[in-house]
């Protein structure tokens, strides 16, 4: 009995959209508390590095609303109006997600170095001890949240989440900095607080810059590689009645494939018997290849294979 409903538990659908909105709620109803904790932590104990990292958390709660907002949208069906889909809305909002932590990246690493070109150290403040205490909190909070949120990303093979992911991680880095930064101005090194803010825009750019190539990569039609092009034509020149794999081109479209093929057979084969062939290999391809959300056959007589 237990192994029956262990089996239909299994075979349950996976709620994509229920799973998109606990996700988003996580990430954006967390980085609003952490954001808040951090901001009072680097006024109250006057460091400008926890100030920075404040702002950084409160980009992400942005970014995790825009990731939301992309997710939700590509998973829309086609339309009259877009006939193939609606993945590429995933990756216009991870360009928009990357420019937010260009934008917020540039903005603290201006005011860190400000700070550092005065020369005016004596005057720069001394954080307090809640400014450390927020550094640690928030070094734990945003790695739960990387891995919390990377999980489904995995599972949803979404390009926005798993940038959303980074961003969460790289406010635990860019919070790894404030605790070094801080704790060097504690111990009497006030200007390790403006380097911890140049060090948290750093780790910002980035992953700006590595979420903004995916993101126009796969919005260029850019080709899957040829390892995964080997693979899938290896794939196709094993199944039955097929005599070779005349071309085969890939292109990233969002976060799914799509692949155009011509595949040789037999001269001698009836239309409905080449046609028969190449509905096999379109549905194994698509069932073995899950990423693939089509393929385009076109079948070519074996002898005018290459011509």
């Not at 100030?51 to 086609?78: E, P, Q, Y």
């Not at 909002?93 to 201006?110: F, M």
């Amino acid at each position: 009995m237990r192994q029956n409903q262990t089996e239909t538990t299994a075979k349950k659908p996976l709620d994509e959209n229920r799973i998109i909105r606990q996700v988003s709620s996580v990430g954006i109803f967390g980085n609003i508390i952490l954001t808040a904790f951090k901001l009072f932590a680097g006024i109250y104990g006057n460091s400008g590095a926890m100030v920075s990292d404040a702002v950084h958390s409160l980009s992400d709660v942005f970014a995790t609303f825009i990731a939301f907002l992309g997710v939700k949208i590509s998973k829309r069906s086609a339309d009259k109006m877009h006939p193939y889909g609606h993945e590429r809305l995933e990756c216009v909002a991870s360009v928009i997600l990357g420019l937010i932590l260009l934008v917020t990246g540039l903005g603290i690493g201006k005011a860190g170095l400000a700070n550092i070109f005065s020369g005016d150290y004596a005057s720069l403040t001394i954080p307090g001890a809640i400014a450390l205490v927020a550094a640690v909190v928030s070094i734990v909070v945003k790695e739960s949240m990387y891995w919390y949120t990377r999980h489904y990303a995995k599972i949803l093979n979404s390009p926005a989440f798993l940038a959303d992911a980074w961003h969460h991680r790289s406010d635990a880095f860019s919070s790894i900095g404030s605790l070094i930064g801080i704790a060097g101005a504690m111990l009497g090194f006030p200007v390790l607080d403006s380097v911890a803010s140049v060090v948290i825009c750093l780790f910002i750019l980035k992953v700006a810059y590595d979420i903004l190539k995916t993101a126009v990569s796969n919005m260029l039609d850019t080709s899957c590689g040829e390892e995964f092009d080997e693979r899938l034509g290896a794939f196709v020149a094993a199944q039955a009645g097929v005599a070779g794999v005349d071309a085969l081109h890939s292109r990233a479209f969002g976060n799914r494939v799509y692949v155009d093929l011509e595949i040789s057979v037999d001269p001698e084969l009836k239309l409905r018997e080449a046609h028969d062939i190449s509905e096999q290999v379109h549905s194994s391809v698509e069932h073995s290849f899950p990423e693939i959300k089509h393929i385009m056959i076109h079948v070519n007589p074996a002898e005018a294979a290459g011509v």
